[in-house]
Each structure stands twice: as C-alpha cells, then as structure tokens.
C-alpha cells in the first residue's frame, strides 16, 4: 500500500469550490442576484397565492376603512361645526364607528391568517433544508461546521415569514394607503401635494440605495453567528479538552472575537437604519413645514377652507407614515431576502445519492472488497492516495497499519462510500462501489468508526440506531456479541437507561 500524505488541516475540495461560487455571485449585481431569488420565492408564495389574495383583499379593506376617520373630519369642521349641521352628526359618527370595527375585524383576521401561515412555512422549510442536508456527502459536512449548518437549518429560514407573513403584505397596504392618501391631497391642494411629493420621490430614491447596503451586510451577519455558533458548539462540546489543557481563557477569547465581529456588524445596520429615521424625520419636518406656510396662505386667499386644510394634515401623515413603514418593513424584507439566498446556497447542494451513475442495488453483501490502483485526493492537485491496490476476500480480516495520516481512515471512508476515488476503481463484491445505490449498500453495512458516538436516549435505542424496526431478542443478541450486556444489566433499568448526550 502506498504511503499518503498527512491530510490534516486540509480545505476539502467541496468547500473550495462552494467558495469559489460564493465570491462569483457575490461580485455580481445586486439585481442580477435578486432575479436568480425569484424562482425560489415564486416557489414559495405559488402555493399560497390564495391566502395572500385573501390577505391583499383584508388588507385593502383595513387601509380604506381606516381612512374613514379622517376623512370625516372636513365634514365634521365645515358642515357640521361650521354651518351648524347636526344633522349630519350622527351619520358621521356612526360611519367613524363602522369604519373603526371593520379595520378592527380586518386585522385581527390578516394576522390569524398570515402570521400562522408564515410559521407553517417556516417549519416546512426547516424540515426541508434538515432533510437536505442529511443526504449531502460527507465532503459537505468536511467543508461545514455543525454550528454552521444548525443556524442554516433554524435561523436562516426565519426571515421568510416576512415574504408570506404580514410583511410583505403590510408592505403593500403601505403603498394602497399611501396612493389613497395621495389622490385626496391632489384633490384638496395641487400645489402643497406637488411640493411635499417632490421631497419624498427624493427620499425614495434614498431608501432604495440604503437598502442595496444593507442587504450585503445582513448576509455578512448570518455568516458570522453561524461561525460563532459553530465555535460555540465545538467548545461546548470539547470541554473536557479544553479544561484538560486550561485552555478555557484561550476559548473565551476566540469566543470573545467572534462576537464582537457580529457586535460590528449589528452596529453597521443600526447606524444605517439610524440615519435612515434621521433622514425619515428631517424630511417629515420640511414637508410639515411646506405644508404649513402654503395652506396657510391658501386659507388666508380663500381658495382653502380650515376643514379641508385639517384633512390635508391628516392625509399627510397617511402619505408619509407608509414610508417610515416602509423603513422598518424594508428591513425585514432584506433580512428575509438575505436568509433564503443562503438557504437557496444550502439546497443547490447535490446529494450524495443524486450520482447518475448509481443504479446497481445489492439486496446482499458478502464482503469482497478490493482495491484496483485507487488514487484519491480531498482537493483537487493534491493526492493523498497514489494507486493503493488489495484484495480483502469474505472471511478474512485485514489489517491497516500505518502512522497517523497514512490513508487508513481514508481508506475506510472510500469502502463506506463515504467518497468516490479520483482514479481507480473500488470493488464490493465485484462491483464497481462509485455505481452502487446507496441505500441498498448502507442498509446491510456495518461500521465501527474511529469515533465512537452515542446519541441521547436509551441503551436499547442506540443498540437498534440502524434497524429500529428490531425486535428484542435480535436487539440482546446484539448486546451480547458487543459484550454490552455485561455493564447495560448491571443498571437499575438495564437497557432503558438513558445514556445522555454523547454517551
């Protein structure tokens, strides 16, 4: 058997090249990335057109009827407080109440309907990326920190509850409101309407480079904690090496580091979304100050009445409040945008078994394993395998004996399909083992690995991990062979023992 050489350290050749692509669509155009995002979220609001129809249509009837009230306030100056009729009171008043019930009813029904379809959603996707990625090859998990792969699983899914939830919607009866708000104001004033519209095209333009900067930096943040979790969770999970060398100090510091960069990060945003309120309420100012000095000399040359002047205020704040909305609600549409981009990165994974090329099934295995000039290498340009060749025959035990990183860990991953030689071929049983179906290989192997792992749960339920569907008498038969019996019957509940995490 050849030597190899010490692949410790190494950087997997998944993850280079699931670098690479990263940094190539990270240079691209903000717009170009944003439609590469829309087939995704197509996919995921296709089958709740309905729902967001239904929610569009609540929404609309919230926005309209919450008009209602101020609306009513000309009628309520001029006519009835003006002119002195009362008749006109309580119609007002019951329209103001009627309004107010309905754009109560409203949203009580568009959060009952959206917010539970948005968690439905969330648990959905959770479940999928989860399944995803436990079919992705080992090389993946290689490339991958578990930290990493749990914040992708659990917190990178969050945001898209604001695409089906009452974010994207609240958004868009934002701008119902805000083109309501505006048609009435052209109506009562073109001039003041004309003048404060002009500030806040400008300030849309504003809003819209704003949220280009941000977007890099939310997926900057993902990237991090998942980073500071995974560092979280090897230390946590270490901890016995860690006290066993003192190195608690060392860790607290790379912990430390990890969380101050996250801390700069959420300080970048903060101070974005800062200067855009500081922008919001400079601009709401200007506009009110518009607003004041033109009606004012309006109502003074007679052309507008006080009644109207109120309204006018009052359609304003609908007008302007829509795009302090739009601040907060933007944010979280980029923060959305930003976590189904890294999950979209997660399910452009293959898994292990999508190979073309494996459609041989085994419905047994005697155990003939041999080597034919296997060449392997975890990064491309550097081996670590060169033309290992032998022949293991049923029956036999064979023994690899070499230093540590000689290939012998290699080796067996290459025997568990764990990969797939570079050159050469790897045979069980006579069959080519890159060509073999994985699920029927796996069923009928078993594995003793170099790390033994034992999850939390019973002593019978770790026994039965690879057959659950055993039956007692095959699960002791087990325990006898593996001489498990001889301390799991010296416990007070015997094979119910709880092990806990890790054994």
Known sequence: MAAVKNPMGRLPGSERSAGRVREEREKLPKSVRLRALLPDIKALVAPRKGILAFGFVLMAINRVSGLVLPASTKFLIDDVIGKRRTDMLLPLLAAVVAATLVQG????????????????????????????????????????????????????????????????????????????????????????????????????????????????????????????????????????????????????????????????????????????????????????????YVGTRQIVAGTLTLGGFFTYTLFMGFLVAPIFQIVAIGMQLTEALAGLE??????????????????????????????????????????????????????????????????????????????????????????DLATVRLDSYRSALGVVLQETFLFDGTIRENVAFSRPEAGEEEILRACRIARVDEFAEGFEKKYDTIVGERG
């Open 105 to 292: 009813v409203t949203s009580f029904s568009l959060t009952q309907l959206l917010s539970k379809a948005a968690q439905r959603l969330i648990a959905e996707l959770r479940r999928k990326v989860q399944a995803h990625i436990g079919r992705l090859p080992v090389t993946f998990y290689d490339a991958n920190r578990t930290g990493a792969l749990v914040s992708r699983i659990m917190s990178d899914v969050e945001g898209v509850r604001n695409l089906i939830g009452t974010g994207l919607v609240e958004f868009a009866g934002g701008l119902l409101t805000a083109a309501i708000a505006l048609v009435v104001l052209f109506k009562i004033s073109t001039t003041m309407t004309l003048l404060a519209f002009t500030f806040l095209v400008g300030f849309g333009l504003v809003l819209n480079r704003a949220f280009g900067t941000i977007r890099p930096i939310f997926r900057e943040r993902g990237k991090i904690n998942a980073e500071v979790t995974g560092r979280l969770m090897e230390s946590l999970g270490g901890v016995r090496v860690v006290k066993g060398y003192h190195a608690e100090e060392r860790e607290e510091k790379v912990f430390a580091s990890g969380v101050q960069r996250l801390l700069d990060n959420v300080l970048k945003t903060l101070t974005s979304t800062s200067v855009m309120s500081l922008s919001s309420t400079v601009m709401l100012g200007i506009v009110g100050a518009v607003v004041m």
């Open 342 to 431: 890294r999950t979209r990165e997660i399910l452009a994974e293959k898994p292990e078994d999508a190979d073309p090329r494996r459609t041989v099934a085994l419905p047994s295995i005697s155990g003939d394993i041999s080597f034919e000039d296997v060449k392997f290498a975890y990064e491309e340009g550097k081996e670590v395998l060169h033309g290992v060749s032998f022949h293991a025959p049923p029956g036999t035990v064979t023994a690899l004996v070499g230093p540590s990183g000689s290939g012998k860990t290699t080796i067996i991953g290459l025997v568990a399909a764990f990969h797939v030689p570079t050159g050469g071929v790897a045979r069980i049983d006579g069959v």
